[in-house]
């Protein structure tokens, strides 16, 4: 029974990651204002995981406190300002470029996590995150002949990482609370913060546009989330990160497949480097003994 629920947990969290990989596409060709996509992306997910939510029957009195309420609402907050700055990332490098900078967020969360959890920075963490910081001078020394474009488009993608990670932090204060209430607060959140700000009065006309929405919101929003959530609760932390790093995997290749941007050597190296430091500090690896390993190999 173990074993099988493992294997359930891997289907999941393959296809949650495969789904994730996909979004900087459809965030593209939707040809909408970035602004206008996260709204939507919000507003169908919340009627998404509303129904999950009614369904796992999460809708009960005192579910919640009035603390934790809040911390979620912030959350959300972060968690949107995540999607807006990575979404408007990818027009101005590239869909690949910005995953791979936005990927430097296990280490903000670390700090975060050092300054208000308390939580303690070991030397091994200290190596991960001086590689990444490597991977990240080799990335914008290959500046692409995109010039302050392409700058501007790796600051966004750190900020997205960030945000990313102060809605993780938040997550992690929340431990106990139905990640799917949480999800659906977030996007709650993000539609009443959005609404003011987003067209409405222009909806968008084309049937194009609107399955673009739809998969963004139904999809990779609520769908995804409900993946997501399957999998990390039946799945060992070791499997949960191994595998969380398809997500980069997959944009890389529709990026490179569907939207013709292909790395040149230097980003390529500095990519490489990234996902390296981030699979060290995420699945726990210690330089030392990789290293005794390659030598007794």
């Known amino acids: 029974m173990a074993n099988e629920q493992i294997r359930r947990g891997q289907l999941e969290m393959i296809a949650a990651m495969l789904i994730s990989g996909t ?9 909408l204002p970035v602004i206008d996509v996260v709204f939507w992306r919000c507003a169908i997910g919340a009627v998404v995981l509303a129904l999950v939510c009614a369904r796992l029957g999460l809708f009960r009195k005192n579910i919640l406190t009035k603390k934790n309420l809040l911390i979620a609402i912030a959350g959300g907050f972060a968690i949107v300002l995540n999607w807006l700055l990575l979404f ?22 670390l700090g975060l996590g050092a300054l208000f959890l308390g939580e303690k920075i070991t030397g091994e963490k200290l190596f991960w995150l001086g590689l990444s910081f490597v991977g990240m001078l ?36 929340l431990k106990g609370t139905p990640p799917h209430l949480i999800a659906l607060i977030q996007v709650l959140t993000g539609t009443a913060m959005l609404a003011p700000l987003a067209h409405l009065s222009e909806l968008p006309g084309s049937a194009a ?22 999998a990390i609760q039946k799945l060992p932390t070791h499997l949960t990160g191994a595998l969380s790093f398809l997500y980069p995997v997959v944009a890389i290749l529709v990026d490179r497949f569907a939207l013709g941007h292909q790395l040149q050597p230097m980003q390529m190296a500095g990519s490489a480097v990234i996902l390296l430091a981030a699979a060290g500090i995420t699945l726990g690896w210690q ?4 290293l005794v390993r390659r030598r007794t190999a």
């Open 88 to 109: 408007s990332s990818y027009s101005h490098s590239s869909i690949s470029i910005a995953t791979m900078v936005y990927n430097t967020q296990p280490f903000m969360l």
């Open 138 to 173: 080799a990335i914008v020394e290959a500046k692409s002949g995109g010039g302050e474009g392409y700058i501007v488009g790796i600051l966004l993608a750190l900020g997205a990482a960030f945000f990313y990670a102060l809605a993780a932090l938040a997550a992690k204060m």
């Open 209 to 230: 546009v609107w399955s673009n929405l739809l998969m963004l919101g139904g999809i990779h929003t609520g769908l995804m989330y409900v993946l997501l959530y399957g």
């Open 23 to 31: 979004i900087g596409w459809f965030v593209l060709m939707s040809g």
């Open 287 to 290: 330089p030392r003994r990789l």
